[in-house]
């Protein structure tokens, strides 16, 4: 059994000292995040009596102009060249006609060599050059996310995968597998290939009215904390943990909360409804709302506070006819258990996916 204490004092000493984040010019300047340190290379283990500390904080100098452009990397995997895109690792890139035919445990061994490495100035000016989130489905920003888990999908899969006897437990779609052939289910692997067509008037419905949330929801926060700043944010990487993509509604700060995050959620279905009847919300005693810990909402937040080192999400519904705000705590020991799940999952099942079939299975 795992010793929830010491995962949790592991957890609480590694984010017990945040980066400050100055201003300048009345606008804050690029975040620095702190790191939780779990090995890429080993699998989560039980009974394991150490974990590694995490990594220092280094005060880097200003990230260098890296343009998004395509470089080669000669110094990966020996039978593959594979690509990077200012700096990062470009994960349609690693099929190879040499890996199409081997076995997952081959391919597996092959993933683990694989130099996943980033600077952190590579990923600051990727964050920055991504604000503008332009939809254009060939930007080289959104090549990033393609075969990364991201915060949409968190939940789906749930990612509980039991290797003994060759039992994949999968609980986010209900199936109960019981040999390595079966898969998750074709719709999860093409939400993280992004092979899906996006809901087009669901997006326009969004981008459309995205300035008037984002601006009640700034005035609001003004009136209840101090010196509140907000600012946009891109697709947020982590080079400790390269399997995970983010995109925030916005980072935030003020003098007395500190550092968090906000998402917005403008649901097209209720466009023109009482937003407070959503399933994904419960009503307190006090006639407050509080997000279930069930929904893929929560699920989705807890991954974005995780890639962004931050201790809460401001979660806001917006409908032409209602508004709420939830803060939302981040949840370490909920981190620690489904972050290692989905860990798993990506090296047990996308990775040898993208090594030996790239994005046609």
């Not at 620095?32 to 500390?53: A, G, M, V």
């Not at 081997?102 to 993933?111: E, F, V, Y």
């Not at 199936?175 to 996006?198: D, F, G, W």
């Not at 972050?339 to 040898?352: E, H, M, S």
Request: proline share 2%; net charge positive.
């Amino acid at each position: 059994m795992m010793d929830v204490r010491r995962l949790s004092d592991s957890l609480d000493g590694s984010d017990s000292n945040t980066t400050e984040n100055s201003c300048e010019n009345g606008r804050p300047c690029i975040v620095r995040f702190r790191h939780l340190d779990y090995s890429f290379e080993k699998q989560i283990t039980f009974d394991r009596n150490k974990r590694r500390p995490s990594s220092p904080i280094r005060n880097s100098n200003a990230a260098k102009k890296i343009c998004l452009d395509t470089i080669s990397s000669g110094n990966l995997y020996t039978e593959s060249n594979f690509v990077r895109i200012g700096g990062v690792l470009d994960l349609t890139s690693l099929y190879n006609e040499s890996f199409k035919g081997k076995s997952t445990n081959d391919l597996i061994s092959i993933g683990r060599k694989i130099d996943f490495s980033c600077s952190e100035q590579c990923l600051e000016e990727i964050e920055m050059q991504s604000r503008h989130r332009l939809s254009d489905k060939n930007s080289l920003w959104k090549k990033l996310q393609i075969g990364r888990i991201s915060g949409s999908v968190f939940k789906d899969g749930e990612f509980l995968m039991i290797f003994s006897n060759f039992f994949i437990v999968h609980l986010g779609n209900l199936a109960v597998c019981q040999s390595e052939s079966k898969y998750p289910s074709k719709h999860l692997m093409n939400s993280i290939y992004r092979l899906t067509k996006p809901d087009e008037v669901s997006d326009i419905w969004t981008k459309t009215n995205f300035l008037v949330v984002r601006s009640k929801y700034e005035r609001i926060m003004i009136n209840r904390h101090r010196n509140f700043v907000y600012r946009k944010c891109g697709l947020i990487l982590r080079s400790d943990h390269p399997q995970f993509c983010v995109t925030p509604g916005g980072i935030v700060e003020c003098e007395c909360c500190g550092r968090g995050i906000t998402e917005f959620v403008l649901p097209y279905r209720m466009r023109n409804e009482n937003v407070y009847s959503m399933t994904c919300l419960d009503e307190t005693d006090d006639y407050d709302f509080v997000l279930k810990k069930d929904s893929n909402y929560y699920y989705k937040v807890q991954l974005h506070m995780f890639l962004t080192d931050t201790q809460y999400c401001d979660f806001v519904i917006w409908s032409t006819c209602s508004y709420v705000d939830i803060r939302i705590k981040r949840d370490d020991q909920f981190l620690f258990v489904k972050v290692n799940q989905a860990r798993t999952f990506f090296l047990r099942k996308i990775l040898p996916d993208l090594l030996g079939s790239g994005l046609t299975s």
